[in-house]
């Protein structure tokens, strides 16, 4: 999906596009037609390209952002809920082939799935905030393309699912109040005022699904396995984060732009311009799947939101034969349950404030349903990072019913 050509079929007749029912495409005739339609003018490549893949059908434009969807013989499908899948650091947009296709099987009518090709390769060194501002543009042009749109959801594998965390608070949006007709009849003589509606890009927010990601960052507390909590090793890490360019540094809690907090730390709460917190908080249902072991890059602890003592006892085999690799599901705390942890916590905070303990805190304001996953016993478990997300398919198979069970949890 990175490249247009690596997903076109082989096979596919005349100019890789498949389809009468395509928009302004029509099969070449003769072969000099299409040698032609190879030297035209850059405007003519900056039409939109639509192509199939399998039997999906997809639509790139001239920057290169593909979206699938499904057509069926004789009609034109106009999907309403957008999928956005965001890839990890040094990813593409091919890493969510597998899961786009499933996604797409399962719910062929209603859902448009893009797979996110605005941060790809070394562009994932620019840092969070210059990749969340990419993404959120990136998902203004697809709605702007897409107008039957009405909801939106994210999913995002381990550094995506922080990209897709700052997009979101740029693309937060909040309806006015508005007041409805009087109508005497019905409510007298007062007037009804309807709630404010919050939006992301002005579609309905419904799942935010994170795999593997680095809620609580890549700094000590054996947030990053392959270092085996080795003290010296972290504090090593944390002095070379700049390996990594700026996106190093948001990682490791290293910088601090004009004198601020570290970006993880100033994304767990609303600033005037970027409202993280409330953009989070409009969605239906916040989702996050984390490794148990075996993941060398990002910890149990920071992809599962969750303090080292908090991390649950697991049980031997999976909750669910159907999904052999998930070993504990947890639901969303309530509300009561957080307000009274809250305030303990609060009359026991440290001047000297840990920065993990805040985001910790201020992420679980909100409820977050938790899936632990462990690919223990299979030779996929040293690339158990990959392999949640199916990355390659042929070596991280594995990793498939972990896609399932993120399809089933979904209602579009």
């Not at 498949?18 to 029509?26: A, N, Q, T, Y």
Request: hydrophobic share 30%; with cysteine.
């Amino acid at each position: 999906m990175e490249e247009e050509d690596s997903v076109i079929p082989k096979n596919t007749e005349g100019d890789g596009r498949v389809g009468s029912d395509l928009e302004g495409i029509r099969k070449p005739k003769k072969m000099k037609k299409m040698r032609s339609r190879k030297s035209d003018d850059k405007e003519t490549k900056k039409k939109k390209k639509k192509y199939w893949m399998g039997c999906l059908r997809a639509e790139s434009d001239e920057s290169g952002n593909v979206d699938l969807t499904v057509d069926f013989p004789g009609e034109r499908t106009e999907p309403t809920h957008l999928v956005v899948m965001v890839n990890g650091l040094i990813g593409s947009a091919q890493n969510w082939r597998f899961a786009a296709k499933q996604m797409l099987k399962k719910y062929p009518q209603d859902l448009l799935v893009h797979c996110s090709k605005r941060n790809h390769s070394t562009q994932t060194f620019d840092g969070v905030d210059v990749m969340g501002e990419r993404l959120a543009e990136e998902v203004r042009s697809v709605i702007k393309r897409h107008p039957s749109l009405q909801k939106i959801s994210f999913v995002g594998h381990s550094l995506g699912g922080l990209i897709a965390r700052y997009a979101i608070g740029r693309l937060y949006e909040q309806e006015s109040r508005e007041e409805l007709p009087h109508n005497s009849d019905d409510i007298g003589d007062k007037c009804s005022i309807e709630e404010p509606k919050a939006r992301i890009a002005g579609l309905e927010p419904v799942y935010f699904i994170t795999s593997a990601t680095p809620h609580l960052g890549s700094r000590g507390h054996k947030q990053v396995p392959l270092f085996s909590g080795s003290y010296t090793l972290e504090r090593l890490a944390t002095r070379m984060s700049g390996c990594l360019g700026k996106t190093g540094k948001h990682l490791f809690l290293a910088d601090s732009d004009g004198g601020k907090p570290p970006l993880l730390l100033r994304m767990v709460k609303d600033s005037r311009d970027l409202k993280f917190i409330s953009a989070l908080q409009c969605f239906k249902r916040r989702i996050a799947y984390a490794n148990t072991s075996f993941d060398h890059l990002v910890g149990w602890s920071t992809s599962s939101i969750r303090r080292h003592n908090e991390l649950p006892k697991l049980q031997r085999g999976p909750v669910n034969e159907k999904y052999p690799h998930i070993v504990n599901v947890e639901a969303p705390d309530t509300a009561s349950n957080y307000e009274e942890d809250h305030s303990r916590t609060k009359a026991d905070r440290f001047k000297n404030l840990d920065m993990e303990e805040e985001m910790i805190r201020e992420l679980t304001k909100l409820s977050w349903e938790r899936v632990d996953v462990s690919f223990r016993g299979t030779l996929q478990r040293f690339l158990a990072h990959n392999t949640i997300q199916v990355k390659t398919k042929m070596i991280n198979s594995a990793g498939a019913d972990v896609i399932q069970h993120m399809i089933d949890n979904f209602e579009p």
